[in-house]
Antibody, heavy 125, light 107 residues
Framework: EVQVVESGGGLVQPGGSLRLSCEASGFALSGHWMHWVRQSPEKGLEWVSRISSDGSSTKYADSVEGRFTISRDNAKNTVYLQMSSLRVEDTAVYYC??????????????????WGQGTLVTVSS | DIQLTQSPSFLSASVGDRVTVTCRASQGINSVLAWYQQKPGKAPTLLIYSASNLQSGVPSRFSGSGSGTEFTLTVSSLQPEDFATYYCQQLNSYPLTFGGGTKVEIK
């Protein structure tokens, strides 16, 4: 079964740090870009970050740029999200998702499948 | 950033009804659009990719259409297990963005 499982969430004070992990199984992690997406009642679903299949390229949402770092260890089938300088507004369920895609008429089409079950990050004093 | 506007945000329907959800993009997205279903306390699951392609294992009562900036998700005959929240997502350009969601509830 193709799946991803997140871990590492919890309660942290503003300004603190947390590292999320995402373990993949049922597929070759090295063949896929991976993303983190978060969801909160206030902001809905929000894309956070992505990493290329070999880890050489990363991208971040403006809201987390400079505070979050995405990385991966393909040998361990794991993707990470290091979060620092956490703010109350970072409180959310964080999902790890696999990027699946193909070229159609010269345009790269992609979609997210599967999603992990999510891990809750609460930033509060 | 590309804004996605879903309508309606809330929909009350009965089993057997035909339901349509619309997603409008603030600019063209080359049909690089996906639809997801989310049930309470669960992660989203993929329904449709590339605007109109049904994900393997998803019932054929679900369909997607559209191009340019306007897209629709249709459920031809709503079933009890379809009561959920539906989201569109554009994956054409960063930052990747989601619609605000459409909650489908039982009338």
């Amino acid at each position: 079964e193709v799946q991803v499982v997140e871990s590492g969430g919890g309660l942290v004070q503003p300004g603190g740090s947390l590292r999320l992990s995402c373990e993949a199984s049922g597929f070759a992690l090295s063949g896929h870009w991976m993303h983190w997406v978060r969801q909160s009642p206030e902001k809905g679903l929000e894309w956070v970050s992505r990493i290329s299949s070999d880890g050489s390229s990363t991208k971040y949402a403006d809201s987390v740029e400079g505070r979050f770092t995405i990385s991966r260890d393909n040998a361990k089938n794991t993707v990470y999200l290091q979060m620092s300088s956490l703010r109350v507004e970072d409180t959310a369920v964080y999902y790890c998702v696999r990027d699946v895609g193909r070229s159609v008429g010269g345009i790269w089409h992609k979609w997210f499948d599967p999603w992990g079950q999510g891990t809750l990050v609460t930033v509060s004093s | 950033d590309i804004q996605l506007t879903q309508s309606p945000s809330f929909l009350s329907a009965s089993v057997g009804d035909r339901v349509t959800v619309t997603c409008r993009a603030s600019q063209g997205i080359n049909s690089v659009l996906a639809w997801y279903q989310q049930k309470p306390g669960k992660a989203p699951t993929l329904l449709i990719y590339s605007a109109s392609n049904l994900q393997s294992g998803v019932p054929s009562r679900f369909s997607g259409s559209g191009s340019g900036t306007e897209f629709t998700l249709t459920v031809s005959s709503l079933q009890p297990e379809d009561f959920a929240t539906y989201y569109c997502q554009q994956l054409n350009s960063y930052p990747l963005t989601f619609g605000g969601g459409t909650k489908v509830e039982i009338k």
